[in-house]
């Protein structure tokens, strides 16, 4: 079973979903969990605070350096994800499908195989 990331973005400027569509996006992706720790898929997953809330540390020849904000300056950032296993990246990507229904755009990517062992 190989590891896959399911990142869902948020971008800075979009439309905010009314709170009946949270609550529905909520709802479902509730559904998705259940069923990814049903399925045997589901290894972790969870929402994330917005970027104004992140703080980047560096260490540069030996000194530690801290900077508020995201790593990236872009207006897209990471809003949450799930980290699964599956058979193969077409079994990834029938989860993301029901992500993407739920929460919008998802981006797939799989472990490195270090990360697998």
């Known amino acids: 079973m190989r590891q896959y990331l399911l990142s869902v973005h948020f971008v800075e400027g979009a439309p905010t979903p009314s709170d ?9 992706t509730g559904r998705i969990n259940d069923d990814m720790q049903a399925a045997g898929a589901w290894v972790f997953g969870g929402g994330l605070t917005s970027p104004d809330s992140a703080t980047v540390v560096r260490v540069e020849n030996g000194a530690t350096a801290m900077s ?3 790593f990236a300056e872009t207006k897209e950032h990471i809003a949450g994800f799930w980290v699964i296993k599956c058979a193969d990246l077409d079994a990834a990507l029938a989860w ?9 755009p998802v981006e797939v990517r799989p472990f490195d195989d270090l990360s697998q062992a």
């Open 96 to 104: 993301a499908e029901r992500c993407a229904a739920a929460c919008g």
């Open 68 to 70: 508020d904000g995201p």
């Open 20 to 28: 009946e569509e949270m609550q529905t996006m909520f709802r479902e």
